[in-house]
């Protein structure tokens, strides 16, 4: 037996259903952890529109610390209509913004899986979509988000779309070791007969798979198109490669596919501390109720794990929520017709159960 590793962990709940789906999906973390022998040592700090409230910043100097010492930082979401008027660089979002800019994180990557017991939920056809797997590998920390000039005047206003070669290289860099752990398949997108940035951007990718990646097939989309034949045939892609902008437009369309956007994970990877979070919002309209759905943020919990090199932990997570799926149990967003949903708690509390049941299986073997 090993000795027990503690992590330091620090959750940022942020607003809306953030602290719900993070308490809940970080009570089945540590049951894991007990379960494998580690600790999770998780300490809370504000982000986005609560920060804004008790602090007047939405990424307060105490939360810039303990972020920067930390193992991993666990995000919950940010943003609700109480802030839709507050200065830009004092929203919310803002806050979310400097915290991938803090740490450095410039690789974002969507995981989206169409769960076999949900394909039935998914606005595309069941048969369309079953099979679907396609990461979306979004840079993070660059491009239109970041690029300066950012300003706005009265009657003007404007946003600068800027990469480095740099910046394409090491994004392309990952987008491509992650195909060899899967498909082998990298689609990059851009706007390429539009925008100079994208060309600089269709070259850059294309000389790293020369000279790197060879073993990999590579093809270049245009973002329209994209949006497109993702829709259209979904189950034939395997890695998608795409800039800020593109990225968080191409990854709320494939989070439709299983049918809810609370379901969808990701992880945020620089070279040092990583952030991990759901890829849904706040929702606002939901929150306080114990409906939404912790799915996102548990398996974004999974990627946490698996990033600590805690992969016995991460894998019998998924299969919790595989299981959990599997028998029918569903919050409100999946419910179907007639079928009473199942609450955040209730939704943790059956994929912690099938979670440690894989961990443990002589418990309930007779
Ligand atoms: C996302 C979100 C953020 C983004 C917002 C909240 C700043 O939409 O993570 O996709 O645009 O990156
Ligand atoms: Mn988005």
């Known amino acids: 037996m090993r000795t027990s590793t503690t992590y330091q962990i620090i959750c940022l709940p942020g607003d809306g259903i953030g602290p719900a789906v993070t308490r809940a999906a970080l ?6 952890g007990r379960a494998c022998g580690f600790r999770l040592d998780v300490d809370e700090h504000r982000i986005g529109g609560a920060a804004l409230d008790a602090t007047g910043s939405p990424f307060p100097a105490e939360t810039q610390t303990a972020c920067t010492n930390a193992d991993a930082v666990f995000l919950g979401a940010v943003g609700g209509p109480e802030w839709d008027d507050t200065p830009g660089d004092r929203r919310p979002e803002a806050g979310l913004l400097a915290l991938r800019k803090h740490l450095g994180v410039y690789a974002n990557l969507r995981p989206v899986v169409v769960p076999e017991a949900l394909a039935d939920a998914s606005p595309l056809r069941p048969e369309q979509v079953a099979g679907t797997g396609v990461l979306i590998v979004r840079e993070l920390t660059g491009g239109i988000y970041f ?9 003007e206003a404007r946003n600068t779309m800027r990469y480095t070669r740099h910046e394409i290289e090491r994004i392309a860099d990952i987008a491509f070791a992650q195909a060899r752990q899967r498909g082998s398949r990298v689609t990059s997108v851009d706007k390429a007969n539009v925008l100079e940035v994208s060309q600089l951007w269709r070259d850059v990718v294309t000389a790293v ?50 049918g809810s ?15 991990f979070e759901p890829v849904h919002g706040s929702a606002p309209d939901i929150a306080g109720q114990n409906v939404a759905n912790p799915i996102a943020a548990l398996l ?3 990627m946490l794990l698996d990033a ?9 997570l ?20 007639g079928e009473p949903p199942v609450s955040t708690t209730e939704m943790a509390a059956h994929v912690a159960s099938y979670a440690t049941d894989k961990l443990t299986p002589s418990a309930s073997v007779p």
């Open 27 to 32: 009570d089945v973390m540590q049951e894991l």
């Open 147 to 155: 690029g300066t000039p950012a300003e706005r005047a009265a009657s």
């Open 209 to 258: 798979h020369a000279d790197e990646y060879p073993d990999v097939a590579l093809d270049h989309l245009y973002v329209d198109n994209a949006a497109m034949q993702l829709v259209q045939r979904p189950t034939d892609f395997d890695v998608i490669l795409t800039s800020n902008l593109f990225g968080d437009i191409l990854s709320d369309l494939a989070a439709t596919f299983p």
């Open 261 to 275: 956007l609370g379901l969808l994970p990701s992880a945020s990877l620089g070279s040092d501390v990583g952030l």
């Open 300 to 302: 974004s919990g999974a």
């Open 308 to 316: 600590l090199g805690e992969s016995d932990a991460a894998a019998s």
């Open 318 to 337: 998924r299969h919790g929520v595989d299981a959990a799926l599997d028998a029918g149990h569903r919050t409100a967003d999946l419910a179907r017709n």
